[in-house]
């Protein structure tokens, strides 16, 4: 069983940066998969950003490609997501994933809320 807390959302203007943070608890972090998704109101949650348990970013979605950044601390059995240049449209409730391989992220957080104001 992995348990996983984000941290880190909160109200920021428009052009403000913020890095989110996801602690696991459970050995098996270092072995996971970990994905950022984002869900607004009245809209599907969407995956940002997945990365492999080596380290390897294996997707960035279109809508925040070169604003953010996914990476992972295996010593900290913590993921981050770097977000730069946010826009109002950011404004979202962010969950940490994580699983055996992509399709099965099968472990999530409870969510952090960012809201971005214009």
């Known amino acids: 069983q992995v348990q996983l807390v984000e941290s880190g959302g909160g109200l920021v203007q428009a052009g403000d940066s913020l890095r989110l943070s996801c602690a696991a608890s459970g050995r098996t972090f270092s072995s996971y998969v970990m994905g950022w998704f984002r869900q607004a109101p009245g809209k599907e949650r969407e995956l940002l950003a997945r990365?492999?348990?080596?380290?390897?970013?294996?997707y960035y979605a279109d809508s925040v490609q070169g604003r953010v950044t996914i990476s992972r601390d295996n010593t900290k059995n913590t993921v981050y997501l770097q977000m730069n240049s946010l826009k109002p449209e950011d404004t979202a409730v962010y969950y940490c994933?994580?699983?055996?391989?992509?399709?099965?992220?099968?472990?999530w957080g409870q969510g952090t809320q960012v809201t971005v104001s214009s």
């Open positions: 994933a994580g699983g055996p391989s992509s399709g099965s992220l099968n472990y």
């Open positions: 990365i492999r348990a080596s380290g390897l970013v294996t």
